[in-house]
Antibody, heavy 121, light 107 residues
Framework: QVQLVQSGAEVKRPGASVKVSCKASGYTFTSYGMNWVRQAPGQGLEWMGWISGYNGDTNYAQKVQGRVTMTTDTSTSTAYMELRSLRSGDTAVYYC??????????????WGQGTLVTVSS | DIQMTQSPSSLSASVGDRVTISCRASQGISSSLAWFQQKPGKAPKSLIYAASSLQSGVPSRFSGSGYGTDFTLTISSLQPEDVATYYCQQYNSYPLTFGQGTRLEIK
């Protein structure tokens, strides 16, 4: 069965960076993409970007463009999302979510359990 | 960016009721619309893609309809386990955008 297991909660100072991992199992990693979606406390869902598991192509939301890097390690079927220059507004639960397409982002079908990132001085 | 507007923002219904949630896009998105269910403290769960196709394992009481700018999620007979917040999402163009959510409670 498809499983996406994310790394544990993080507490970071403003200005620092965080890297969240998402280990996939139960499917062929390179045949799908991966979306990253975040949810601030008590708020709705916000799409951050997508990466192809096939060729590493990415598409980022303008709001985080320049501060975010999404990568994959196909040898371990793991996707990563790194966010730099953290500020308090980045405090959120970060989700990875499998995308049925390896060519362009569409709609997620399976979700990770989420990783809470807290940015606080 | 395409704006997604859901209505109502919250609703309360009785077990067995038929429930409908609406989602409107600020411009046409063909059938590139998905619905998600999120229970408190949990990750979202995918319910519907391509406006009306049910994800594997989703109960048949859930259904979706619509095309272009107006879409609907329907629960034919509300069950206690359906208490959640529901989100629509368009994937017709970047950036992908979500509706603000509809909180569903049992009366």
């Amino acid at each position: 069965q498809v499983q996406l297991v994310q790394s544990g909660a993080e507490v970071k100072r403003p200005g620092a960076s965080v890297k969240v991992s998402c280990k996939a199992s139960g499917y062929t990693f390179t045949s799908y993409g991966m979306n990253w979606v975040r949810q601030a406390p008590g708020q709705g869902l916000e799409w951050m970007g997508w990466i192809s598991g096939y060729n590493g192509d990415t598409n980022y939301a303008q709001k985080v463009q320049g501060r975010v890097t999404m990568t994959t390690d196909t040898s371990t079927s793991t996707a990563y999302m790194e966010l730099r220059s953290l500020r308090s507004g980045d405090t959120a639960v970060y989700y990875c979510a499998r995308d049925p397409s390896a060519l362009e982002s569409s709609c997620p079908d399976y979700w990770g359990q989420g990783t809470l990132v807290t940015v606080s001085s | 960016d395409i704006q997604m507007t859901q209505s109502p923002s919250s609703l309360s219904a009785s077990v067995g009721d038929r429930v409908t949630i609406s989602c409107r896009a600020s411009q046409g998105i063909s059938s590139s619309l998905a619905w998600f269910q999120q229970k408190p403290g949990k990750a979202p769960k995918s319910l519907i893609y391509a406006a009306s196709s049910l994800q594997s394992g989703v109960p048949s009481r859930f259904s979706g309809s619509g095309y272009g700018t107006d879409f609907t999620l329907t629960i034919s007979s509300l069950q206690p386990e359906d208490v959640a917040t529901y989100y629509c999402q368009q994937y017709n163009s970047y950036p992908l955008t979500f509706g603000q959510g509809t909180r569903l409670e049992i009366k």
